[in-house]
């Protein structure tokens, strides 16, 4: 997500007309290092709503019954967000969270290259298309539901959620590994 999220600001800054397409990592060729297919999905997600217009999938010849599975369940969901994530606005400052961890970690994104991640345990982003707001919330967790508790500075009020179950007033659980969605009207 920081890396697609740069490369959309640089490429906005400069008014590319290029399609921001990022390559994502099934499995090496010929290695048994791979990433899961919640791992896959949380890229794919995580790509489109960091800026991105589509991902590639490299090595897909690797993908058995598991991953093909989670990528039908993924463009499910990609079909009745994408309005949110492409021809929507990002904003910020509308909803914030209350209570997340906060960590630093060192991820291995290519043998031998470390990257600095800030927030390793969950990731958050809001979107706004046609006069609703959608929440995308990442529990990068392997293991441990995490609660999701929002702080909005606008009257909104839940219409749709998926992925996720409602602890109360704008708090929400997501399962470990899993994305919730919450759309939300203007009241």
């Known amino acids: 997500m920081q890396y697609v999220q740069g490369w959309r600001a640089t490429m906005d800054a400069r008014k590319a007309q290029a399609k921001l397409w990022p390559l994502l990592l099934i499995r090496y060729p010929g290695a048994d290092v791979s990433n899961s297919p919640l791992r896959v999905r949380q890229q794919i997600l995580g790509a489109l709503v960091s800026g991105a217009q589509g991902i590639v999938l490299y090595n897909p010849s690797n993908m058995d019954a598991n991953y093909w599975i989670m990528l039908a369940d993924t463009m499910k969901d990609i079909s009745s967000y994408e309005g949110y994530y492409q021809h ?11 209570g997340m961890p906060f960590d630093k970690v ?9 990257e600095t991640v800030a927030t390793s345990q969950w990731a958050f982003s809001t979107h706004e298309w046609q006069g609703n707001y959608v929440l995308t919330l990442f529990n990068l967790r392997e293991q441990g539901d995490m609660e999701f508790a929002i702080v909005s500075s606008e009257k909104v009020k839940p219409i749709r959620l998926d992925g996720v179950t409602s602890k109360g007033d704008f708090k929400w659980v997501v399962p470990a590994g899993h994305i919730g969605f919450i759309t939300l009207s203007k009241q």
């Open 88 to 98: 929507g606005r990002r904003v910020e400052g509308i909803f914030s969270l209350r």
């Open 106 to 114: 060192n991820k291995k994104v290519w043998p031998g290259y470390d």
